[in-house]
C-alpha cells in the first residue's frame, strides 16, 4: 500500500466524529455503511464522500488496529472482542448491530468500540504528523538546494 493511500485513509477514520456514529446514514444512498455502521464502514463512506471509492480502506486500517491491546484474534476484520460466552467476534458484532447497541457506551462491548475508535484515531493523527513533518523536511532540504 502506498503511503498516499494510508493518509488518505488515515483522514477519513479523523473525518469521523463522535456525533455522526449516532446519526443513520442514508441507506438508500450509502448502502454498504447503513448495512454495517462499524468504524470500516464509516470510513468507507468517508472515502466515498471525498471521491476516493478506490482507496483500499480495510487493508490500511489494519495496522491501526493490530496492535490493539484488546484485539480479538480475528482474521475476519472483527477487532472488537465478543463480549458474550461462546460468541465469536463477527457474531457478537452482528448481535450488537442488530439491537442498535453497536456505539452504546453503557455495554461493555460499546465501550470496547469506542476504545479502539480512539487507539485509531491517535495511530492515524501520528501517522498524517509523520507525513507532515516528513514533507516539511524535505522541502526545506529542496529549498536549500534552490538557493
Known sequence: MSA????IVCRALLSITDESLAVPVNAARHSTA???PG???RVRYALDEAGHN???CH???EWMYADWPHHSGSRAGFPVPSTKRGVSAQDCYYQMMGKEKLWD???RYGQLRWDLLKHMRRAAQA???DMAELAGSSNKEGDSIDE
Open 39 to 41: 468504524i470500516c464502514a
Open 105 to 107: 457506551k453503557n455495554t
Open 34 to 36: 447503513a448495512q454495517f
Open 4 to 7: 498516499l493511500s494510508r493518509l
Open 59 to 61: 487493508t490500511a486500517l
Open 127 to 129: 501517522y498524517v504528523d
Open 54 to 56: 478506490d482507496a483500499p
